[in-house]
């Protein structure tokens, strides 16, 4: 999800070689969470990092659900030693500013954990975790050289807690399917009690929306998208650990979801759209509240059935905003507010075309042939204005496709 998931193709972590200079320098430093949350800029900023986390060798042997217990189970008491460290560390500076703004007992997973490594270890789980791993000895270091920092430490909460919110529950069903126990054991990890009611990812948008409110400036920001990309780093170390242990060939997180094999070379040029003409007013009336009626969304003016995704755009779905809205401006942005839907008005940096062209090529692919345009909203920008896709968002990737410069897709997590 990202997790922002503990999602998880592999990249090097040379090839992580985006400018952080050039992105503190940004136009959007100067903006307020009202125009551009701060989660929306470390997201849009961390895409490709999170790519490489989503399509690891070793996540691709949970998508597979064949990945080797010990070698799963030493990397679950990998990320026990993290979280029950992160847990304290977070737990002193809970009633003060920025970590007082997250803090939030239920998110807790070193309990849960416990519980996890019972299973898979056995009785005498606590000895068999009790020394980190190379890798994890990195981590927990990195972790408490950030601690003397409450912001660098915001960095490895915001991380770590939404990427299992995000991706636990997809993650928790194959991590069960391979315990196969009954009754179910060894997936709490990914299993939170949170108010009733509210989903995991309602969950992580009130998180998100936490984080927006806070005060972070040009420099300080900076700083945390650094350290956002030193944790992305040593997390890939840890499942690169894992993996070595036992290298099981997976499947990727596309072909878990039973969308075939990677398309090769680069996705086709965006499609024409229909010739229908839609006004916004009418694109509304396709929201998914009335029977009978598509559900319809719009990408730069281009209009599209999502009926066939009536789980994620329909009453009650994660991306029900959508419907019956044009999410240009959050899809560029990788935003989830409200207020920024139906955004005519707006700028875009080149990282947020790259973006913008990633969710054009997936929604063709999807939902095929937009029907037609909006006819009375204009945006600032065209497809012309836009770089070649060089990927569609989901769909595995050839590290020998895979250039250092080509954009980042949007997260796993995401529609």
Request: charged residues 25%; hydrophobic residues 35%; proline residues 7%.
């Amino acid at each position: 999800a990202l997790p922002i998931s503990p999602t998880g193709q592999a990249l090097p972590v040379a090839r992580f070689d985006r400018c952080a200079a050039c992105t503190m320098s940004s136009k959007y430093s100067s903006l307020s969470p009202d125009e551009r949350g701060h989660s929306s800029w470390f997201l849009t900023r961390t895409n490709k990092e999170h790519q490489a986390t989503m399509e690891h060798p070793f996540m691709r042997t949970i998508y597979a659900e064949n990945f080797d217990k010990e070698a799963y189970a030493q990397y679950l008491a990998g990320q026990f030693l993290l979280f029950r460290e992160l847990e304290d560390l977070v737990s002193r500076h809970k009633a003060e500013l920025p970590l007082s703004a997250v803090f939030d007992e239920a998110l807790h997973r070193s309990k849960a954990l416990e519980r996890d490594l019972r299973h898979w270890f056995g009785e005498h789980w606590e000895q068999k975790a009790a020394t980190p791993s190379a890798a994890a000895t990195l981590y927990l270091e990195q972790l408490r050289s950030d601690a003397n920092d409450p912001w660098l430490l915001l960095c490895h909460h915001f991380l770590q807690y939404n990427a299992v919110l995000s991706g636990g529950q997809f993650l928790g069903g194959k991590v069960q399917a391979r315990a196969a126990s009954s009754p179910p054991q060894g997936a709490e990890f990914y299993a939170f009690d949170l108010p009733q009611g509210e989903s995991t990812h309602a969950r992580v948008q009130r998180y998100l929306d936490a984080l927006d409110q806070l005060d972070i400036g040009e420099e300080l920001r900076g700083r945390m998208l650094v350290c956002m990309q030193k944790v992305y780093a040593l997390l890939l170390q840890m499942f690169d650990e894992a993996y070595n242990l036992a290298q099981v060939e997976g499947i990727s997180y596309a072909d878990s979801q039973g969308k075939g094999p990677k398309r090769k070379g680069p996705p086709p040029p965006p499609m024409a759209p229909g010739n229908r003409a839609f006004t916004a007013a009418e694109l509304l009336r396709h929201n998914g509240s009335a029977p009978g009626l598509p559900i319809l969304t719009s990408v730069l003016g281009r209009v599209y059935n999502v009926s066939v995704a009536k789980d994620l755009f329909g009453k009650g779905g994660p991306y029900e905003m959508f419907a019956g809205h044009d999410g240009t401006y959050n899809l560029a942005v990788m935003t989830l507010k409200k207020g920024t839907l139906d955004k005519f008005k707006y700028e875009l940096e080149a990282e947020d075309k790259e973006c913008l062209a990633d969710w054009i090529a997936y929604f063709d692919n999807r939902y095929s042939q937009p029907l037609g345009e909006l006819s009375d909203r204009q945006h600032p920008i065209s497809l012309g204005d836009l770089p070649r896709a060089t990927k569609i968002p989901f769909e595995d990737m050839d590290d020998e496709d895979e250039q250092p410069s080509a954009p980042a897709a949007p997260p796993a997590s995401r529609l």
